[in-house]
């Protein structure tokens, strides 16, 4: 059974900075792509990050610069450097995986708090 164990959020002061962490284990096929959304209450979930199996990145605007993701194929595992943090990066962050047939995959959120 497919499942998706994240790490690393917590509490951080405006501009500092966290680093999150997911390990996908038990999926069948190749994964294609993985990533991060983030929600926040009332809100509709929101794309942060993505970094596909040949390494192409994608990022949401208010994040760019600040944000950078990466990958350790061999573990299954994406990682999401947050720099600069703001208060409207608060959020339950949620990874999420695409396989080769196309299903995604999801963890169990991390919630990240940046307040002073």
């Known amino acids: 059974q497919a499942q998706l164990v994240e790490s690393g959020g917590g509490l951080v002061q405006p501009g500092g900075s966290l680093r999150l962490s997911c390990a996908a284990s038990?999926?069948?096929?190749?994964?294609?792509?993985m990533g991060w959304y983030r929600q926040t209450p009332g809100k509709q979930s929101e794309l942060v990050a993505t970094?596909?199996?040949?390494?192409?990145?994608n990022f949401a605007d208010s994040v760019k610069g600040r944000f950078t993701i990466s990958r350790d194929a061999a573990k299954n595992t994406v990682f999401l450097q947050m720099n600069s943090l703001k208060p409207e990066d608060t959020a339950v962050y949620y990874c999420?995986?695409?396989?080769?047939?196309?299903?995604?995959?999801w963890g169990q959120g991390t919630q990240v708090t940046v307040s002073s």
């Open positions: 999420n995986v695409v396989d080769g047939l196309g299903r995604t995959f």
């Open positions: 970094i596909t199996r040949g390494g192409t990145t």
């Open positions: 038990g999926i069948r096929f190749s994964i294609n792509a």
